[in-house]
């Protein structure tokens, strides 16, 4: 099942990560792009920025098996040449200006 809650300062490291990973996906389509890591501290914190200023919220979704998320994580950055080729995504992010 998947849980859904409003933002805490603590899942900070969660969006930083989420955002690092997602660039390094984008990455295998356009090498030219900076690396996760590299862009993944500013860019959440950009995003943090924007929300409040919008007066907005950011929702999370987690599972209560969080270890068990870290690992497909890790597995997807880390692929072996079998699971590369048939990789499924995890992660899923929507932004609307509602």
């Not at 959440?44 to 969080?66: F, K, N, Q, S, Y």
Request: charged content about 30%; hydrophobic content about 45%.
């Amino acid at each position: 099942m998947i849980r859904l809650d409003a933002f805490q300062s603590s899942d900070f490291a969660a969006v930083v990560a989420f955002v690092e990973a997602l660039q390094e996906h984008e990455r295998e389509q356009v090498p030219e792009l900076k690396p996760g890591p590299e862009i993944g501290k500013r860019y959440a914190e950009m995003l943090m920025r924007v929300v409040a200023e919008r007066d907005g919220c950011m929702i999370m979704a987690t599972r209560p098996t969080p270890h068990k998320a870290r690992r497909m994580v890790e597995r997807q950055q880390n692929p072996s040449p079998a699971v590369a080729a048939r990789r499924p995504r995890m992660g899923f992010a929507w932004l609307s200006p509602l």
